[in-house]
């Protein structure tokens, strides 16, 4: 007979063993064996996986129990992610240009004509703000506690025949709903105002104050809620500034407080963000009306 095919068998030769493992053939898998690790020896010497030792159910993908195929956990018995509707999702995805979910309403478009005269032609508008309707508390209490008691007054004088007393207590309500009504009417001309460089208190029908601060002196900036402002949703702004002298520093019963500290905070830091949006805001302005 003659010699195999390959190098003479040395026992020294330190590449035997490997030759020998690496031309080993390897077992096919039969019908009956394991899921995919077959019978052969382990590590101890036994069957790696007896032919009980599954993982759960047959798969829920086809094929017989004992196919060879890797087996999987039943998806109903391990962990379901969370089920999230379109409309909870819509809220905090990012648009095509990658912009964030709006956090702050939308800017006014135009300064009204009694804000227009104080902004000079290089300032953006940002917004205007009159005070929250809990301003007119106390006017509209002392309005309605005046009509109670001199109504009464009034019809228990005229019983009493006393009819200049009851002239004087007419007159007295109208004085009384005359203060009312200057109340209000300082109310709806009381503005806060947010440009791009700084924020101005307006108010006065007669005499008018214009009291502002410049964003960039603004060194600090908070603002104050009670409880029954966060359940109306009312606040006071206090701003510090680094001179001494503040023109402008608390500002009382502001509405949506949290709405305008974004406003303002973001006017200081993020101004090219702000800049950005209403470009946005513009260009589909725009795109809607040529639709």
Do not use: C
Request: hydrophobic share 35%.
């Amino acid at each position: 007979m003659g010699n195999p095919s390959g190098p003479p068998f040395d026992p020294d030769d330190p590449d035997r063993e490997r030759r020998e493992r690496d031309t080993e053939p390897i077992p096919r898998l039969g019908p009956d064996d394991g899921p995919g690790y077959g019978t052969g020896p382990g590590p101890s010497g036994g069957p790696s996986f007896s032919d009980d030792a599954g993982y759960g159910d047959p798969s829920p993908y086809g094929g017989s129990e004992r196919s060879g195929r890797a087996w999987i956990r039943d998806p109903e018995a391990g962990y379901q992610p969370p089920q999230i509707s379109e409309d909870e999702l819509a809220g905090l995805r990012a648009d095509a240009a990658g912009a964030a979910p709006r956090r702050v309403l939308p800017l006014e478009d135009e300064p009204s004509s009694l804000v227009a005269r104080y902004l000079f032609p290089t300032e953006r508008y940002r917004g205007e703000w009159k005070r929250h309707w809990v301003h007119l508390t106390t006017p509209l209490l002392v309005g309605v506690a005046a009509t109670f008691v001199l109504g009464y007054l009034s019809g228990f004088l005229a019983g009493q025949d006393v009819g200049a007393l009851t002239t004087i207590a007419v007159l007295l309500w109208f004085a009384v709903m005359g203060w009312v009504a200057w109340k209000v009417a300082d109310w709806w001309y009381d503005r806060f105002i947010l440009t791009n460089k700084r924020v101005m208190v307006v108010n006065g029908i007669i005499t008018r104050k214009v009291a502002m601060m410049p964003l960039t002196r603004v060194t600090d900036m908070k603002y104050e809620q009670s409880p029954t402002g966060r359940a109306l949703n009312y606040g006071t702004f206090v701003l510090e500034s680094a001179g001494q002298e503040q023109a402008l520093r608390e500002i009382k019963n502001l509405p949506n407080p949290n709405e305008l500290y974004l406003r303002v905070v973001e006017e200081m830091y993020e101004p090219q963000a702000v800049e950005a949006r209403l470009g946005k805001e513009a260009d589909e302005a725009k795109a809607d009306d040529g639709a």
